[in-house]
């Protein structure tokens, strides 16, 4: 366990409902990250955020997905009428500020759209 | 843009030495990481490297030629619970934001 917690770690959906899935990251890290990962693949990232503040999106953030960070703890990934090519593995992970910190990943929430 | 490149797979008996290479070029350079992942489990970190030269931790030993944008992982005395996915992944920006390989799907055979 890495301390970072990711809620739910399954979810199985239909195509064209809204999902949002949540991270806890370590408390006293800054920084959140949220990553994509198929099979075979590495994780791809996706969004950043220190403190509340989203400093980074990727491209292939399509319009539906949807990251925030109220509070600067916790976050949520929202993705909105879902497709099949959305099914994957949602990797979040957190670090404190700094250059050669590691980030610790949670365990991530497979997506399945039927 | 970023590119990570790693071979896919390689199969090891138990007790023996595996490297594992990973090449790169991306736009930036802040560091090179390596994470172990086990099937359906969240990446772990093992190493880090910033600098040129080795890195030794324990069985596990990282090297990073920046000029050749080179790394490899050296897993000495194999185990079974060594059987995983390593990832090698840069840190272009300085955010440790990273961009990963593919990984390299490691299987230790008794």
């Known amino acids: 366990d890495t301390g970072v917690s990711q809620d739910p770690r399954h979810k199985i959906t239909k195509r064209g409902q809204n999902v949002t899935f949540r991270c806890d990251p370590i408390s006293e890290h800054n920084r959140l990250y949220w990553y994509r990962q198929t099979l075979g693949q590495g994780p791809e990232f996706l969004t950043y955020?220190?403190?509340?503040?989203?400093?980074?999106k990727s491209r292939l953030l399509s319009d539906r997905f949807s990251a925030e960070r109220p509070k600067g703890s916790f976050s949520t990934l929202e993705i909105q009428r879902t497709e099949q090519g959305d099914s994957a593995m949602y990797l979040c992970?957190?670090?404190?500020?700094?250059?050669?910190?590691?980030?610790?990943f949670g365990q991530g929430t497979r997506l399945t759209v039927v | 843009g970023q590119n990570i490149d790693q071979p896919t797979e390689m199969t090891a008996t138990e007790g023996a030495i595996v490297q594992i290479n990973c090449t790169y070029q991306?736009?930036?350079?802040?560091?090179l990481f390596w994470y172990q992942q086990h099937a359906g489990e969240a990446p772990t970190f093992l190493s880090y490297?910033?600098?040129?030269g080795l890195e030794e931790k324990g069985r596990f030993s990282s090297f990073l030629s920046r000029s050749k944008g080179y790394s490899y992982l050296l897993l000495k005395e194999l185990q079974m619970k060594d059987s995983a996915s390593y990832l090698c992944a840069v840190s272009p920006y300085g955010n440790n934001r990273l961009a990963f390989g593919k990984g390299n799907q490691v299987v230790v055979i008794p």
């Open positions: 992970a957190s670090s404190t500020v700094g250059q050669n910190t590691e980030a610790f």
């Open positions: 955020f220190q403190n509340e503040a989203q400093l980074e």
């Open positions: 490297n910033v600098l040129d």
């Open positions: 991306t736009s930036g350079f802040n560091g």
